[in-house]
């Protein structure tokens, strides 16, 4: 199914749209691919190299705490 509903969190992986309690989410490429990875495996551990590998593929110089900074931006969405 194209919909994805985590709580108050639907995602329409069709539109790649994301509304939290009804209200739109504006979420950069990778947020969207960060938040799309770990719904697809909600309630299970993710690898950390396994999710820089898919959000950053091909990237030359990812920095350290790059999957730290995006996760936090993430969550400071979800969570305001």
Not at 5 to 11: A, M, P, Q
Not at 13 to 36: F, K, N, P, Y
Not at 54 to 66: K, L, M, Q
Request: proline share 1%; aromatic share 2%; no cysteine.
């Amino acid at each position: 199914t194209a919909l994805v509903r985590l709580g108050l969190i639907v995602l329409d992986r069709a539109t790649r749209r994301v509304t939290l309690d009804g209200d739109e989410l504006e979420l950069s490429r990778r947020e969207l691919q960060l938040l799309e990875l770990l719904a697809g495996r909600f309630g299970a551990t993710i690898d950390r190299e396994r999710l820089i590998d898919r959000i950053f593929t091909g990237e030359d110089g990812v920095a350290p705490n790059a999957l730290e900074v995006l996760v936090s931006r993430l969550r400071r969405k979800i969570e305001s």
